[in-house]
């Protein structure tokens, strides 16, 4: 796993098609590359793919030296970077993406000699690549059917290309088996030139590939490296022909036109946000986009260890449900269907809704997983809710409300302490035991949506049930966890060892109390809340933001240097209160602060536009991976939240109502059929304490 911070550097781009995904950082090196089929999703890079310059015969890698300027991509996931050597008189500019089709990764390198002489360069790609698991058994060998260099082990296989004026070919070509993992390797070799070529390698193997250029003064040329990949040999020998066969010009063209599409799908304007929030919001929605693999999942944040292994990306039902339901919520409904339709294939394979899934749907054992399993029901019966109340998709959610979401919802009603009348879990962080205000918060919002889609599909007596049970928990949150001696909320009753204790510590979790449809944002004891959090959780050294609790050590290690009483804010944990400021405001000045909030995320963002999940509580410096899915995510919610309210307090100059107000006026009046309306017939429904009975075999 390589973290933002290695070797000084931070991700700047996230690049894919679905099936493959990629970072790069502002040298042109790949730092991950995510395969998602053959299955489990592995980073086959086991060190960052990097590009080399020999000058005189004498070769650097980059970016030493030289001085760089990431460009403007646009609304397409095409990186593209320049660097510029000024002790060499060069300038190369490189532009990455992998192509919309086909599983390839392209890299094209544009060099420029702004010498007054004639100058000999040769141009290098070096790739460690880990295709299988276990002990090494990799071959790294001269591919002479195509000409290229060929990777290959087990169920994958990677062929490396290159174009030049002169053909489709690798000239110069060094594979390198290595003694041990850490050993030097072919590109320490063509460093120093200490060993003569071969074309054949296997167990640890690397190699390095590359072409000569000769360069006229003020000349430039043009070296197209792409890397395919495939379940084996032939596979990636297709990609890569197809990719040569409809040429380079035309990838980038349907490539670029793929995405340009996508995006004008999501774009809204934002009024008077700066042009940089809205550059950093088009870049969340296509880096959510490129976390979905193409059976649905919302797989863990490139660069990120998702399990113990540190290298498969697994999908975390908690936090993709906010990833699909912001997607949803932005106007990518096939991508929220995608995932919905993932989830349900996931739940009926495994006999249950695991909270913790890899990318073909298959469970993945976890400590705890009973209790782990409360905030994943909840949270996805939450975004199916909001799904299908944006959508009214019933023939796509009908099935899955008896297969997946009605047993979600008993599971959670069923699972309610009988004594405190809350879940007992794991907190939001998965860190600590108990009756947890958040994750009650999370469950109450979680039954509430099960009870209306209950009512919409004729479960009557489940829908008062589970309002009931929703209910009862607001009303033992008030109850148990109201602090009166600070008015505010406590984040949980810990267990002790005859009773339940209150934990008085701030967390930023609590600011989850009014964003599920829980309470609402306007309660007091919310906002005291809110209050209290933020006063306490702020960090006011210079990087500004919310930290997670008060004495949270995450975020740092051993080589970052901060103070011990600072905690590391989060780029998430802000978009919280940006949300809870956003509903509060009654006026267009009281969106200031949302504004602020918004314009402070986005500055932060590295590279294109890419969200960190860690900041350094002084410098404000990305100290974990980038990009964070979840970050990316909580983004979306408060942009979206931040134009949804200024459209609503934004009044005519002429009759002073809201906007929204006078262009429904202009519509003309629909009459809806007679009947009751679906609150008057949930509030008609009588009690019944055998509500769920009919749904118990749906588990």
């Known amino acids: 796993m390589y973290l933002g911070r290695e070797a000084g550097v931070a991700r700047s781009s996230i690049i894919g098609n679905g099936s493959l995904t990629a970072t790069g950082d502002r040298s042109g090196a790949l730092r991950e590359l995510y395969v998602s089929s053959p299955p489990p999703e592995t980073q086959i890079l086991r060190r960052p793919a990097r590009i080399g310059l020999a000058v005189d015969g004498i070769l650097r890698w980059l970016p030493l030296g030289c001085v760089e300027q990431p460009g403007d991509p646009g609304p397409s996931p095409i990186d593209d970077v320049s660097l510029i050597a000024p002790d060499l008189d060069l300038e190369l500019w490189i532009e990455t993406y992998v192509d919309i089709h086909l599983p390839v990764v392209v890299r094209r390198v544009q060099i420029t000699n702004r010498s007054s002489v004639q100058r000999s360069l040769t141009l290098y790609f070096h790739h460690d690549l880990r295709l299988a698991g276990g002990q090494p058994h990799e071959r790294a060998r001269r591919d002479e059917q195509s000409g290229g260099l060929l990777h290959a082990s087990g169920r994958r296989a990677a062929l490396f290309q290159l174009e030049t004026h002169e053909g489709v070919g690798v000239p110069l070509s060094r594979v390198v088996a290595r003694g041990a993992e850490e050993a030097a390797g072919a590109d320490a070799e063509a460093a120093d030139g200490s060993a003569h070529p071969r074309a054949d390698a296997t167990g640890w193997v690397d190699s390095v590939g590359g072409a000569p250029i000769m360069l006229d003064a003020g000349s430039s040329a043009m070296v197209t490296a792409s890397l395919s990949i495939g379940a084996d040999v032939e596979e990636a020998r297709a990609a890569s022909a197809g990719l040569h066969a409809s040429g380079i010009s035309a990838s980038l063209a349907r490539t670029r036109a793929h995405w340009t599409l996508w995006s004008s799908q999501g774009a809204r304007g934002f009024g008077d946000l700066p042009e940089d929030v809205g550059a950093v919001y088009a870049q969340s929605l296509l880096a959510l986009r490129h976390h979905q693999t193409p059976d649905g999942a919302f797989v863990s944040s490139a660069g990120a260890a998702a399990a113990a292994s540190g290298e498969e990306r697994y ?26 339709a993932f989830v349900d294939r996931a739940a009926m394979a495994n006999g249950r809704l695991a909270p913790l899934v890899d990318s073909t749907g298959a469970a993945i054992a976890i400590a705890g997983e009973e209790e782990s399993s409360v905030l994943a029901d909840a949270l996805h019966l939450w975004a199916a809710a909001r799904h299908f109340e944006r959508d009214r998709d019933v023939e796509f959610l009908s099935p ?125 004891r919310v906002r005291a ?20 609790y008060e004495g949270d050590v995450a975020g740092r290690d051993g080589s970052i240097e901060a103070p011990a009483d600072l905690g590391f804010p989060q780029i998430t944990t802000t978009m919280w209160l940006a949300l809870h400021d956003a509903r509060a405001a009654r006026r267009l000045e ?110």
């Open 590 to 699: 009281d969106l200031e602060p949302v504004r602020t909030m918004l314009f402070w995320a986005a500055a932060r963002a590295e590279g294109a536009g890419l969200l960190p999940g860690w900041l350094h509580p002084v410098r404000g410096k990305t100290t974990g991976s980038a990009p964070s899915m979840t970050a990316h995510a909580w983004f979306v919610q408060a942009a979206l939240e931040y134009a949804e309210r200024e459209r609503l307090l934004t009044r005519c100059d002429r009759c002073g109502e809201p906007a929204p107000v006078r262009r429904e006026r202009r519509q003309p009046a629909v009459f809806a059929a007679p009947g009751a309306s679906l609150p008057g017939a949930v509030a008609d429904l009588k009690r019944d304490r055998g509500a769920e009975e009919s749904l118990v075999d749906a588990e």
């Open 315 to 340: 999908c975390r039902i908690a936090d993709a449900a906010i990833a699909a339901d912001a997607l949803g919520r932005a106007g990518y409904h096939g991508e929220a269907r995608r995932y919905f």
């Open 529 to 548: 809340t809110v209050a209290f959090v933020k006063r306490r959780l702020w960090t006011h050294a210079g990087a500004g933001g919310l930290a997670r």
């Open 400 to 524: 899955q409300w008896r297969r997946t979401l009605a047993p979600a919802a008993v599971r959670l009603h069923r699972g309610l302490d009988p004594v405190l009348g809350l879940p007992v879990a794991t907190d939001w962080w998965g860190e600590r035991r108990g009756a947890c205000a958040p994750i009650a918060g999370a469950v109450r919002g979680g039954l509430r949506a099960a009870a209306r889609l209950a009512a919409m599909f004729g479960e009557a007596p489940a829908a008062r049930a589970w309002t009931l049970a929703a209910d009862r928990i607001a009303h033992e949150v008030g109850r148990r966890l109201w602090d009166s001696g600070s008015e505010r909320f406590a984040r949980r009753l810990s267990p002790s060892a005859d009773a339940w204790a209150l934990d008085p510590a701030a967390d930023a979790s609590l600011l989850l109390l009014g964003l599920l449809d829980d309470f609402e944002p306007e309660d007091p």
